[in-house]
């Protein structure tokens, strides 16, 4: 069907909708729009349509003027509306209602008494019995509304009227208004229609976009995540709440339907076991798909960060077993340790073997084309045209000692921070006493390889990986590292303290015991990120950081230090607020809940903020099921604060207008935007994608099922 044909779409009373196009109605069956027998219009001077019981009805209207179909509850009336007229149709007979041509119709809404409103290009009327009245809307401060172009009308089951204006949107009993636009949450208002729900919803189609509001939430809902197309031509709402929309590229449905986290839990764990999984050690990234949407074939390939991702799915398996005891995510975190431990044992013994306890970034089967390929080039050409500090060395992508694997090399420091974050984890909920060998094996054998290497990752050519320096040397000496000097100088204690609580070997408490007392890593501590203020800063680091924290305040034995770095720590989570993100707010309440701090002037109160476990369980609804990559576009949106440039400290891209909030300074809602990792900037307005990537449920799952171990969430239901 040809979306630029669709003139109408309706409920057909069943659970699905007919659509109007070409003088014909069609239903949907087995996935296509098939005509219905006996609604077609026989000629173009009338307009056929279901009247009660599907008993046919003629109207003496031109169908291809037919811009909305109006039934009253009974179905005995029904209104016709053209640009031209409103038509009411009752006992077979077509009346005009005879509208003043010179103002085109938008929209029309009927009261209960069948009394007629109408939105049009000269304002908003409401039918008289003496003709038609044009309804003045005069807000608080004068101005005045409706008073030309009225985009839409509706009415809900309170009588209340629902206006649509360019300016915003007005909704009344017809003698008091109140009043709503971009600054009271409005997303967008080039509108082409209202309509209402049962439950007391409200849908507004846009050229950009559909917008659902409810109590006091204006939900916008905008890309092929939602809608087959931006432009929303018309659109209708059904008796179950399911909103139906006729698209620029299509029919379209939203529905409602309720569901419990647990089972949106159960619903990513799917997907990831069916399709997003890569090797028999399971890493645990995004994969390509056949089409947009299309689930039917998957392609996999490698990322540089596939050791960090696994390690955060395995993280959140490792807490959902530590709060339900289901042996399947004992399995599943299993299967994420002995993945991250393979990256460490798959350097070694090999043509190119680093140090003993070098973790690569991640690998891909010998099977698969050469990665080497052209790499030594393009690595030189970043080396001079971009990063001075990048590695150019051959094979970026060493084999392993058996020729099965090629693993990836360069292992980052977020790497590094991930595997940590698994290894602490792993060792304190899930592992058995065989299995703890095993963790103390791989944290022992990387602890050490810092110890031995002035506490940098020594690659297979012998010198530091690009990100892999966290020696004093280093972070307070070089004018090349000072940036990093409070997250690295974070990421080594962390190392270390953790290192020093699996093993239980003193060498690890030495070192960290130099770092702090003859290099001042604890005080570098205290400003992990150069920030000039919320939403400033590279978003990785965050993440990083934030997983360092958790484990830094778990084990740490520095009594003295201890309630500086959680001050330190409320310092950054306080910058982090407004993201609603659920990981971040959850670590910092594990260890903040109930935490003061003390100093020479008194003592300060560094609880979570206000609204930390609201803004989480918003953001832990709100993600949508579907993980594709869809684009959304935002800043076009009224209702957005934009950032200036020098609000950000990305120096490589000022990106003035682009990143923004909304009114009430957080970020956009989850559902209205799309990222595959915490590290996504979610200050950023508009986010490409095309649907043909599929992103795992692990930015979900890890703060859910932490949320379940410390108690933010009291039901695993």
């Known amino acids: 069907m040809d979306a630029a044909r669709i003139q109408l779409v309706e409920p057909d009373g069943v659970g699905s909708a007919r659509v109007f196009a070409d003088g014909k109605w069609f239903r ?18 009338s307009f056929v349509f279901a009247g009660v019981d599907g008993v046919a009805v003629t109207a003496k209207v031109a169908w291809p003027e037919v811009r909305q179909l109006l039934r009253s509850a009974d179905d005995r009336v029904a209104w016709i509306a053209t640009a031209k007229d409103p038509f009411r149709v ?56 409706a008073v030309g172009d009225v985009r839409g009308v509706a009415l809900d089951s309170k009588g209340r009227v629902w206006v649509a204006v360019p300016a915003g949107v007005v909704v009344g009993d017809g003698t008091h208004w109140q009043f709503f636009e971009g600054r009271d949450g409005v997303p967008y208002t080039d509108f082409t229609g209202v309509a209402v729900a049962p439950g007391g919803a409200v849908w507004f189609a846009t050229r950009i976009g559909a917008i659902r509001h409810e109590g006091l939430d204006w939900a916008y809902r905008e890309g092929g995540g939602w809608l087959p197309g931006d432009d929303v031509r018309t659109m209708t709402v059904d008796g179950a709440g399911t909103a139906w929309f006729a698209t620029s590229g299509g029919i379209g449905s939203i ?35 056949a089409g947009p949407g299309d689930r039917s074939k998957v392609s996999y390939s490698d990322s540089d960060n596939d050791g960090l991702w696994t390690a955060m799915y395995g993280a959140g398996e490792c807490f959902a077993y530590a709060a339900t005891k289901n042996p399947v995510f004992k399995d599943r975190a299993r299967q994420a340790f002995e993945a991250l431990r393979f990256l460490q044992k798959v350097t070694q013994g090999g043509p190119h073997s680093p140090p003993k306890g070098y973790v690569a970034r991640t690998v891909r089967p010998v099977e698969l084309p050469d990665p080497n390929v052209g790499r030594y080039e393009s690595d030189k050409q970043e080396r001079e045209h971009g990063d001075r500090l990048w590695k150019a060395y051959e094979p970026r992508w060493p084999k392993s000692a058996d020729g099965k694997w090629y ?47 002035d506490f940098s990752l020594v690659d297979h050519d012998g010198t530091p990986t690009r990100w892999g320096r966290f020696g004093p040397k280093d972070l307070n000496t070089s004018p090349s590292w000072w940036v990093e000097r409070g997250l690295n100088s974070l990421s080594m204690v962390s190392y270390l303290t953790v290192a020093s609580h699996v093993t239980g070997e003193p060498r690890y408490a030495a070192a960290l015991r130099r770092l702090i007392d003859d290099h001042g890593y604890a005080s570098n501590i205290m400003n992990p990120k150069l920030q000039t203020g919320m939403g400033s800063g590279n978003q990785s680091d965050d993440e990083m950081a934030f997983m360092c924290f958790y484990n830094l305040l778990a084990y740490s034995k520095e009594s003295a230090w201890v309630p500086k770095w959680l001050f330190a720590f409320h310092a950054y989570a306080v910058l982090e607020h407004p993201e609603m993100n659920p990981f971040f707010n959850f670590a910092y309440a594990a260890h ?27 953001t832990l609804r709100g993600f949508p099921l579907d993980r594709c990559n869809w684009g959304h576009r935002n800043s076009h949106r009224a209702d957005l604060i934009r950032l200036p440039a020098q609000h950000s400290v990305d120096v490589y891209e000022p990106r003035q207008g682009r990143r923004g909030c909304r009114v009430n300074g957080k970020v956009l809602p989850v559902e209205e935007r799309h990222f595959n990792h915490w590290n996504t900037d979610p200050w950023d307005l508009d986010y490409g994608g095309d649907g043909r990537e599929l992103a ?19 039901s695993v239901k």
């Open 28 to 45: 949907l069956q087995d996935g296509k729009w098939i005509s219905i027998a006996g609604l077609a219009s026989v000629d173009r001077e």
């Open 90 to 145: 009752a006992e077979g007979r077509t009346s005009s209602l005879g509208w003043p041509s010179r103002w085109e119709v938008r929209q029309i809404a009927a009261s209960a008494e069948g009394e007629l409103w109408v939105a049009s290009s000269g304002g908003l009327f409401r039918q008289r019995a003496n003709g038609w009245l044009r309804v003045g809307l005069t807000d608080p401060t004068m101005r005045e509304w």
């Open 255 to 289: 529905e409602r339907k309720p569901m419990t986290l647990a089972a949106k839990a159960a619903f990513y764990e799917d997907e990831i076991e069916r399709h997003i999984k890569r090797t028999p050690f399971g890493y645990t990234s995004e994969v390509g798909l």
């Open 407 to 453: 693993w990836k090399s360069d292992t980052s420091s977020d790497e590094l921070d991930g595997h940590f974050f698994l290894y602490a984890r792993y060792y304190d909920l899930v592992a058995d006493d065989a299995e703890k060998e095993r963790v103390r094996e791989v944290v022992r054998d990387l602890a050490d390889h810092f110890l031995e290497h």
């Open 592 to 618: 903040g809940r109930g935490a003061s701090y003390h100093n020479a002037w008194g003592d300060y109160a560094i609880e979570p903020w206000a609204g930390w476990l609201d803004d989480s369980m918003a």
């Open 696 to 714: 795992s449920g692990t930015v979900f799952l890890l703060p859910y099922y932490m949320g379940l171990h410390h108690g933010f969430i009291t």
